[in-house]
């Protein structure tokens, strides 16, 4: 069943000019790019993004990175795209995510860990919401 998922190309691998290597993984696996915006987040917007986080001990730090440079914000779309990018994306843990996985290749630890996907179509929902109208979206 095709369905949409919401990625973030985060700062860290901005940084590393690894936006290319990472779009070309997503389309490699069929995963199509059918809205891309490059921004940077407020402190706020970070903070709203990641709202289920806001009890967890890593949630002031990990809104500071995802607001401490540009973005890159996708929405991909594909059969199974949900579980198919988190399966791409590879362990939260760079150390230990799957050869072959993008936080693998440009991961360098448990918070820079290169990507965002969405974990289940609840999320993708409200997550490509808070970035995209669905104007901006083809396809
Ligand atoms: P995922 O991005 O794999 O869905 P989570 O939703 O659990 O992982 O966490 C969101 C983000 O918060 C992670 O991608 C990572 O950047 C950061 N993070 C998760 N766990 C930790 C941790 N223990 N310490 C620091 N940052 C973390
Ligand atoms: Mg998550």
């Known amino acids: 069943m095709s369905e949409r998922t919401l990625a973030i190309i985060k700062p860290d691998a901005v940084k590393k000019h690894a936006i290319g290597d990472i779009i070309a993984s997503y389309e490699k696996a069929g995963l199509t790019p059918v809205a891309i915006r490059m921004m940077q987040f407020s402190k706020s917007t970070a903070e709203g993004f990641y709202a289920v986080h806001k009890a967890r001990p890593f949630f002031d730090s990990l809104c500071t990175f995802m607001s401490s440079g540009p973005v890159v914000v996708l929405v991909l779309q594909g059969?199974?795209?949900?579980?198919?990018?988190?399966?791409?994306?590879?362990?939260?843990?760079?150390?230990?995510?799957?050869?072959?996985?993008?936080?693998?290749?440009?991961?360098?630890?448990?918070?820079?860990?290169?990507?965002?996907?969405?974990?289940?179509?609840?999320?993708?929902?409200?997550?490509?919401?808070?970035?995209?109208?669905?104007?901006?979206?083809?396809?």
Request: hydrophobic share 35%.
């Open 79 to 139: 059969d199974n795209a949900i579980k198919k990018n988190r399966e791409l994306m590879g362990a939260t843990d760079p150390a230990k995510a799957d050869a072959g996985t993008i936080r693998k290749a440009h991961g360098a630890n448990i918070e820079f860990n290169a990507v965002h996907g969405s974990d289940s179509p609840e999320t993708a929902k409200f997550e490509v919401s808070y970035f995209f109208p669905q104007t901006d979206i083809v396809g």
